[in-house]
């Protein structure tokens, strides 16, 4: 079985502050990990995907992603918060890429200027 | 970049009554489409994979005879919530994958569909 913890469920940052959103899984498999991001009233959109390849991962809008395997975590970074980030984050596991993904219940990033 | 419709984007509807929701990819084929539902606050819980052309696979604890999934076509699925009530409305959120091309395997979300029963 598979399972995620985003923990925070409301992140609060000044604007060119640093950005960290944390994940931690559970896997019985080597992990597929992913980060989706959703502004209000759109779809979920792929921000970046870990696919035991490098283990640092950049993704799209400066965001990168670090896959820790002996803290099972999977914590999602952006140097200088923009106010175009604010939107709700939700990190995601599966047991490989393109199969059907459990996710963590999302954390709301606020951007303050 | 690929594109995932749903509609109707909310709907409300009397407590017995059957809903359809479409899950459409309008610039790319997809064999798989998922279904996932999230209530208020919550993550996205996985409903049922759908196969075009075969019988949908639905995860534990959902009722296939409630929520029936067609895959009729590469480019439509479509979600019937029958007999539907109240405990029934929440946020539907499909996703199709994409089977080929530089986006393979990647999965497109549509905005999803708000269903309120009363």
């Known amino acids: 079985a598979q399972s995620v913890t985003q923990l925070g469920s409301h992140v609060s940052v000044s604007e060119g502050a640093l950005v960290l959103l944390r994940c931690n899984y559970s896997?019985?498999?080597?992990?597929?990990l992913f980060w989706y991001v959703q502004y209000p009233n759109q779809g979920l959109q792929l921000l970046l995907k870990?696919?035991?390849?490098?283990?640092l991962v950049k993704g799209i809008n400066g965001f990168e992603a670090e896959f820790k395997k002996s803290e099972t975590s999977f914590h999602l970074t952006k140097p200088s918060a923009h106010m175009s980030d604010a939107a709700e984050y939700f990190c995601?596991?599966?047991?490989?890429?393109?199969?059907?993904?459990?996710f963590g219940a999302g954390t709301i990033l606020r951007v303050k200027s | 970049g690929a594109v995932v419709s749903q509609h109707p984007s909310w709907v409300i509807c009397k407590s017995g009554t059957s809903v359809k929701i479409e899950c459409r990819s309008l610039?790319?084929?997809?064999?798989?489409m998922f279904w996932y539902r999230q209530f208020p606050k919550q993550s996205l819980m996985l409903m049922a994979t759908?196969?075009?052309?075969?019988?949908?696979?639905?995860e534990q604890g959902v009722e296939k005879d409630k929520f029936l999934i067609n895959h009729a076509s590469l480019t439509l699925s479509t979600l019937t919530v029958t007999s539907a009530h109240p405990e029934d409305s929440s946020f539907y959120i499909c996703?199709?994958?994409?089977?080929?091309?530089?986006?393979?395997?990647?999965?497109?979300f549509g905005p999803g569909t708000r269903l309120t029963v009363l």
């Open positions: 896997s019985s498999v080597p992990p597929y």
């Open positions: 996703s199709a994958r994409a089977h080929s091309g530089s986006s393979y395997n990647e999965q497109f």
């Open positions: 870990y696919t035991s390849a490098a283990t």
């Open positions: 610039d790319f084929q997809a064999t798989t």
């Open positions: 759908s196969n075009e052309g075969s019988k949908a696979t639905y």
């Open positions: 995601a596991v599966s047991d490989f890429d393109g199969n059907k993904l459990v």
